[in-house]
């Protein structure tokens, strides 16, 4: 089964700064997707950033961007320039292509910023 | 769009009772999925339905179970409930895609307290 590791329980940021979340993940596909999914403390779980596999460029969304390391295995997730409303828990997942396959997800890294 | 909507958002039930929780994804959504969260356990999987038909089931008793309508609106069912079962339960719909789900879209989730 694929498994998904995030190493980093708890990380801390200063506002306006740039923060690094670790995730690393188990498989033997070659075409899949990965995630990166913010979880507020209201609890609403929404999508950050998508990275298909076939794709060697990374994926940019605003203030978020990945190093997607394919060969490692390796997908961490950057945020530039820290702001308040990114304090949250971040979940990585990782999802074969296909009907069918499940989403794994790792247990999750807790942001704070601080102001 | 509405989102995903879930009921009830709280539930507090005792050991040995059933519980029913329901999911409305959101329009045209025919894919819906099930997690449990827990405090250090993450999400962990518990099945996906779409049209109707359980396509994937994670490693959970039979004392969960689930179904989906026509109308893609899918329900949850825990009997026999025990404190262990405790937890958030998410749940999340996906676009139709031929390579399967490349998205997920959560919904606030139901808080399921077992005394």
């Known amino acids: 089964a694929q498994t998904v590791t995030q190493s980093q329980p708890e990380m801390s940021v200063q506002e306006a700064e740039t923060v690094t979340l670790s995730c690393t993940y188990d498989t033997s596909e070659s075409d899949y997707y990965l995630f990166w999914y913010k979880q507020p403390p209201s609890r609403q779980m929404i999508l950050v950033i998508r990275q298909e596999a076939y794709k060697q460029q990374n994926a940019t969304e605003n203030r978020f961007s990945v190093n997607f390391q394919k060969a490692a295995k390796s997908f961490s997730l950057k945020i530039s320039d820290s702001q308040l409303g990114d304090a949250a828990m971040y979940f990585c997942?990782?999802?074969?292509?296909?009907?069918?396959?499940?989403?794994?997800f790792g247990t999750g890294t807790s942001l704070t910023v601080i102001p | 769009k509405a989102g995903v909507t879930q009921t009830p958002r709280y539930l507090i039930k005792t050991r040995g009772q059933q519980v029913t929780l329901s999911c409305s994804p959101i329009s045209g959504h025919r894919s819906v999925s099930w997690y449990q969260q827990t405090p250090g356990q993450g999400l962990q999987f518990l099945f996906e339905?779409?049209?109707?038909?359980?396509?994937n089931k994670g490693n959970f008793p039979g004392r969960f179970s689930g179904r989906q309508f026509s109308n893609s609106r899918s329900e949850m069912n825990v009997s026999t409930l025990e404190l262990g079962d405790s937890a958030l339960y998410l749940c999340?719909?996906?676009?139709?895609?031929?390579?399967?789900?490349?998205?997920?879209?959560f919904g606030p989730g139901t808080r399921l307290t077992v005394t």
């Open positions: 999340a719909s996906s676009p139709v895609s031929p390579q399967g789900p490349s998205e997920q879209y």
């Open positions: 997942a990782y999802r074969s292509v296909g009907t069918g396959n499940q989403f794994y």
């Open positions: 339905y779409f049209s109707e038909t359980q396509r």
